[in-house]
């Protein structure tokens, strides 16, 4: 397995377009680089680029998606959805990880933001960190 960086922070928030105010030109300064509507996880999603990292603000299309369940249970807030590492070889990660016993969100991967295959490894087996495995193309 090979890491290659922190991709990106995934941060759940209750509307993008407040949250873009503070992360761009109203705050931070920072440049989003893309926005997309990703069905399958009923979300929102823009990325800006912080030096060799990316942020992610996801805001929820339906209070049943993952973002929406996060935000409602943390109390109506948004906070630190996940963190995702890039690796080499995204399918040769989870199978060693699953080799070593780790609880998986996903056996395979699917489609991201971006077009990015990615997965996500359970909690359980990061001290409580959702942590997502992506391997951009």
């Given amino acids: 397995m090979k890491c290659i960086k922190v991709n990106h922070i995934g941060i759940a928030v209750t509307s993008l377009q407040e949250a873009l105010q503070f992360y761009t030109e109203g705050g931070l300064g920072l440049t989003a680089t ?68 780790y609880a998986l969100i996903d056996n395979t991967p699917r489609t991201g933001a971006g077009g990015s295959k990615i997965a996500f490894v359970h909690p359980k087996s990061t001290d409580g960190v959702l942590l997502e495995l992506c391997q951009e193309d």
Avoid: M, W
């Avoid at 990292?53 to 630190?80: M, V």
């Avoid at 959805?81 to 070593?100: K, P």
């Fill in 34 to 101: 893309s926005f997309e509507v990703v069905d399958e996880q009923k979300a929102k999603v823009a990325f800006l680029l912080c030096g060799e990292s990316k942020i992610e603000l996801l805001e929820s299309t339906s209070p049943d998606g993952p973002i929406g369940k996060y935000i409602e249970k943390n109390s109506g807030r948004g906070g630190i959805h996940h963190i995702a590492i890039e690796v080499e070889d995204i399918q040769a990660t989870l199978v060693e990880l699953q080799n070593h016993g």
